[in-house]
């Protein structure tokens, strides 16, 4: 129903999980494990409040972006699908992959898109150009979680962790306020 190049984008995406698990149980093993994972877990399902989220990932060249508008296309028996943006994109440049999830709390669709190059950003309502070259040679992976809102982790061995648990006890407390309404 979903198409090839879709079945093929989610089966690459669990393909990556997997890798990274491995390779992550290697470091484990050879003690050089990044000092902030107390844990390594195999992939699992997406999942919050104990349901599995409704996501999928598609490719670059299975979208593209007209105005305020993705268009989904060479969806096998689909076809096609048509969805509006609502929000600005501030960034410009190589589109990569496209992630759509369903929020059951909110009842509505999300799109992320990732970027593989950016050439411009929107800064206070203008486009800037943003350096091509990066400032240092040192390679960072950085792990966007909810208690920590960031895990970074630096070749050279430092890290640093930005604790996320006021902006989430900040949602909570707007989101009950929001129900209370």
Same mark, same amino acid.
């Given at each position: 129903?979903?198409?090839? *190049?879709? *079945?093929?984008? #989610? ?5 990556? *999980? ?10 484990? =093993? ?14 699992? !399902? ?10 999928? *990932? #598609? =490719? ?20 096609? #699908? ?19 999830? !369903? ?6 669709? !999300?799109?992320? #898109? ?38 970074? !982790? ?28």
């Amino acid at each position: 129903m979903i198409g090839s *190049a879709t *079945a093929q984008t #989610i089966i690459r995406k669990n393909n990556d *999980a997997w890798k990274i698990f491995f390779r992550l149980l290697e470091l484990k =093993r050879e003690g050089r494990l990044p000092p902030f994972m107390k844990k390594v877990s195999p992939p699992g !399902y997406k999942k919050k409040n104990k349901s599995r989220t409704l996501w999928t *990932a #598609i =490719r670059k060249d299975r979208y593209k972006m007209d105005g305020d508008r993705i268009i989904l296309q060479g969806l096998g028996a689909i076809g096609w #699908i048509e969805m509006r943006c609502k929000g600005p994109i501030y960034l410009r440049g190589e589109r990569g992959e496209l992630m759509i999830r !369903y929020d059951a709390d909110r009842k509505r669709w !999300y799109a992320h #898109i990732a970027f593989s190059k950016v050439s411009e950003k929107m800064v206070k309502g203008e486009w800037m150009r943003v350096p091509l070259q990066p400032k240092g040679n040192l390679t960072a992976g950085i792990d966007i979680g909810i208690n920590n809102l960031m895990a970074v !982790y630096v070749e050279d061995g430092s890290t640093r962790l930005i604790n996320g648990r006021p902006l989430k006890s900040i949602s909570f407390y707007w989101r009950k306020k929001i129900s209370e309404y």
